[in-house]
């Protein structure tokens, strides 16, 4: 992946985008681990709006103290609603689906959003997948259900998936939607300015839906690692990848941008090792080794043009 751009001036567009997923990767794996101990603690909604509220804090200051919030940006505030309620859908099923899944397991599942985007990237940009990125959303695919099925044939024929895992599921479709929707209803705002409105609208959706789980928690009686997993969850799986996933979307296609959730679950080890919480067994590291290869057939990808229908948008 060269770092140049054409006039040798600098990293390319493209070039960040990748730098920016590749930090986006070593982040959000953080929040499996940290999500799992403090899932069964506090209700998804409460534990979010309040994630997206602080989140919304840092990113509106770093907004008005960079770029500012021009008037054109509130235009058809309808967008930041449907974003902002893609992702609350994503983190409340996220949470809902860590209370039995295993975090390894989770970030798996985490591993078909590329898949699913690259399903999205078509219906919404027509952006066409070529044959090796298929290749390669074929056999991260199956590496994120060998680990799902912990390496169990007999499960895997039976398909006998948690129920965790199910629930997060279809918070990930949702998340796979969310990419390039960033693209089709971004108007010229820079990524940060987007990202302010996103999260704005995200807490009001999950204030008016988890009204009551917020009023029922006791707050002051939380264990630390409810507060821990909120503010990691609010500033470094939140504030900061929202903004590197905006800004990668703008320069990428959709599956490219989530082709780096394929690191996740070999992050995530990592954040299980670190935390004390034991190493997954041989058999399945070969699925997170597919995940892996699947990346890298990615980015070996990006050596040959990508076919967009929808390139009119980028000239």
């Not at 730098?19 to 799992?36: D, E, N, Q, T, Y």
């Not at 940006?73 to 449907?82: D, E, G, K, S, T």
């Not at 860590?98 to 397991?105: H, M, Q």
Request: aromatic share 12%; hydrophobic share 60%.
């Amino acid at each position: 992946m060269g770092v140049l751009n054409r006039d040798g001036e600098g990293l390319s567009p493209a070039a960040k985008g990748h730098l920016a997923m590749l930090a986006f990767s070593a982040l959000v794996a953080g929040s499996f681990s940290l999500g799992s101990m403090a899932a069964n603690e506090i209700a998804p909604a409460a534990l979010n709006a309040v994630r997206f509220a602080i989140a919304a804090v840092v990113i509106g200051v770093a907004a008005f103290a960079t770029t500012g919030v021009s008037r054109s940006a509130l235009q058809a505030p309808w967008r930041y609603l449907v974003l902002g309620g893609l992702f609350a859908i994503y983190f409340v099923l996220m949470f809902e689906g860590l209370k039995t899944a295993r975090p390894v397991s989770a970030a798996a599942v985490f591993t078909l959003v590329p898949l699913m985007a690259a399903g999205f990237g078509w219906l919404l940009m027509r952006q066409v997948t070529t044959p090796r990125m298929a290749l390669a959303l074929a056999i991260g695919g199956v590496g994120a259900l060998w680990v799902v099925f912990r390496a169990d044939w007999a499960a895997f024929r039976a398909f006998e998936i948690g129920r965790g895992e199910v629930i997060y599921f279809w918070g990930c479709v949702a998340h796979a939607a969310y990419t390039p929707m960033v693209r089709k209803l971004n108007r010229g705002e820079p990524a940060i300015v987007f990202t302010f409105g996103m999260l704005l609208a995200g807490f009001a959706v999950l204030t008016a839906y988890g009204w009551s789980d917020i009023r029922a928690t006791d707050w002051g009686n939380l264990p630390v690692i409810v507060w821990v997993a909120i503010g990691y969850t609010a500033i470094f799986a939140s504030a900061m990848t929202f903004v590197l996933m905006q800004f990668a979307t703008l320069r990428l296609p959709s599956a490219k941008v989530m082709a780096y959730t394929y690191l996740t679950p070999s992050w995530v080890i990592l954040w299980e090792i670190a935390l004390g919480n034991g190493v997954p067994g041989f058999m399945v590291l070969i699925g997170i080794g597919l995940t892996i290869l699947a990346l890298a057939l990615l980015l070996r990808d990006e050596t040959k043009p990508v076919v967009e229908l929808s390139a009119a948008l980028e000239r």
